[in-house]
């Protein structure tokens, strides 16, 4: 008896995910712009349930697959997004996607009037060693990069990055540098005698 009832709960969940399945459904709209009621192209489409997703045409059209219980995401550039789910679209009569504009305030922008040619001598005229981290101080502007220094390949690294490794022997630009490092070399050991 316990196998039994066992297998019918099987089968009657194994029959509901089956259901649940086929009742996938392709939707369409379009997207539009609240205030000017123009299309929006390459908005972006989400389905948040399946994680599918789709971006619209030229002409602001969309389609997409999904279930009558997923929600779809509408965001675009300079616009907020929407969240809306498949049911509640399918209950709109016009089929159509509305996004309004999203302002932000952003904070206050001091311009101060410098010399342009002293602000370029001081930039290109800026010492910067590769042992220290590329901190640039030029009249106010202060700019870290990071450390300048390349990848240096040793055992250690062959073992911990052998991508990195590999790559750093092999590809042009590498052996290029080798190469005129090595001639370089060559040159400082030469001795040259003017005649």
Known sequence: MKPLCTLLILLLFTSYSGISQTNKITF???????????????????????????????????????????????????????????????QQSHKSIVLHKRSEQLDEILLIRGDWRKFKKEFIEAQVSPEQGAVIELAGVRQYKGPLIGFQPNMATAVTSPISFVHHYFNKKSRENRKTNRYMRIIKKASYTDD
């Open 28 to 90: 369409s709209g379009l997207v539009i712009n609240a205030m000017t009621g123009e299309i929006i192209n390459n908005a972006h489409i989400l389905n948040m349930n399946s994680h599918n997703g789709t971006i619209t045409n030229r002409r602001g059209y969309f389609e997409l697959m999904g279930t009558l219980s997923d929600s779809i995401r509408i965001s675009y550039i300079s616009f907020e997004t929407k969240i809306i789910s498949v049911h509640d679209f399918f």
